[in-house]
């Protein structure tokens, strides 16, 4: 397999990895350094899933939501992480089966779970909160139209953003709309320039939404894009900015300390076999892309598990068999030591107290959805939240 501008083809086969190389470049290390922290397996999830989301609670459990199960017809409920005992508990709720939804963690320390897919294809406009202290679920208002696969980001003031997706018919959606906690209401908002699933968004630290890439369009119809967009909630728009290097979709995107702003892996439109290791570098200052030091291995279908630690280092837990600590001041990266290997696409994580990280569930590596779960201590036992 050959690596050309940045980009990785990953050949996989069951239990095992081609490593990709090129000629004239390194060959990836197949030693995985022990330094970048260790992963470990935990107690299993009650069912398998992928597709769904994981979410850090005001309490330190994690409250883990929907994703199909043996193929996409096939739902998974929700379950609770309890971090002490490192053990799933079952939470009883219907509506909690979905799949390609989003899952946001208010002010209040309660979580709002928003559209997604039901079996048959079926698209929801449907959204719950749920509440931590009381464990249960409880509807609160409809979006103004079904949507999938779309972002979704905690505003400064506390409102919560959800932008593109796929809707009723398989069809590819530019609009937005805004939840409001305090009227438990969505309402429409501006619309961006492009339809977009697959995309990625990033709360910027002047408190604007940062979106890149994505897709419209199926099969040999699809378009990826390299625009980027951002929207600035005081006016309620989405403004254009300068376009990243690459067209790539199912990528994901990380707020730095220094407010610079990676997005990391994808693909091109040849899905699998044109997945990137390649890394851009979004700076606010000027509103342009630039090429950064690329990953150690290809990574797609991850978007929201690149988790920020406090030493400012990334761990980079989904998209690929293996994890990997990424340093952005360095551009070097290690893969993690511990466990042979992950899922790697649709999983989960999240950061819990003390630094450990949580990976649930994915698919990948000639398997379908897995209910295993991992955790992640680095060699320091420390992280914090990116703010996501």
């Known amino acids: 397999m050959f690596a050309m501008s940045g980009r990785v083809a990953v050949s996989l086969l069951i239990g095992a990895i081609i490593v990709p190389f090129a000629i004239g470049m390194p060959r990836l290390s197949t030693t995985f350094a022990s330094h970048a922290g260790t992963l470990r397996q935990t107690s299993p999830m009650g069912e398998a899933r992928a597709a769904h989301t994981a979410t850090s609670l005001v309490d330190g459990n994690v409250l883990i939501v929907g994703g199909f199960t043996g193929d996409e017809a096939h739902l998974a409920g929700a379950e609770l992480f ?27 320390g309660r979580v709002l779970i928003a559209g997604g897919m039901g079996e048959q294809t079926q698209y929801y406009e449907t959204a719950y909160l749920y509440d931590p202290s009381t464990r249960t679920f409880s509807p609160t208002g409809r979006m103004t139209m079904a949507r999938s696969n779309h972002v979704a980001i ?114 091109d439109e040849r899905d699998n ?36 630690l406090n030493d400012g280092t990334l761990l980079l837990a989904g998209g690929a ?47 379908g959805p897995r209910a295993n779960a991992w955790l992640f201590e680095s060699s320091a036992s420390n992280g914090r939240p990116r703010g996501r």
């Open 82 to 108: 309890e971090q002490q005992n490192e053990r799933f508990k079952p939470l009883r709720h219907p509506q909690a089966m979905r799949q390609s939804h989003t899952a946001t963690r208010l002010r209040d």
């Open 154 to 267: 905690l505003l400064e003031d506390g409102r919560v953003l959800l932008a593109g997706g796929t809707g009723t018919g398989w069809s590819f959606l530019a609009s937005a709309d805004i939840y409001d906690p305090s009227t438990g209401t969505f309402r429409a908002t501006g619309a961006m320039a492009e339809p977009r699933e697959g995309h990625a968004a990033v709360k910027l630290q002047d408190g604007r939404v940062l979106v890149t890439g994505g897709h419209q369009g199926r099969g040999s119809a699809i378009q990826i894009s390299r625009t980027a967009e951002i929207f600035d909630a005081t006016v309620e728009r989405f403004m254009p900015t300068e376009a990243m290097e690459i067209h790539r979709h199912k990528h994901d995107a990380v707020l730095l300390g220094n407010g610079q702003v990676l997005v990391l892996g994808g693909a």
């Open 273 to 308: 076999e044109g997945v990137y290791s390649s890394v851009e570098v979004y700076d606010q200052a000027d509103g342009e892309f630039r090429s950064g030091s690329s990953m150690r291995l290809g990574r797609y279908k991850f978007r929201g598990t690149s988790l920020t």
């Open 321 to 367: 068999p293996r994890a990997e600590v990424y340093n952005p001041a360095t551009g070097k990266s290690d893969l993690v030591g511990g466990v042979d290997q992950l899922a790697g696409q649709f999983s989960a994580a999240t950061l819990l107290p003390g630094g450990r990280v949580l990976i649930t569930g994915g698919y990948g590596q000639g398997r």
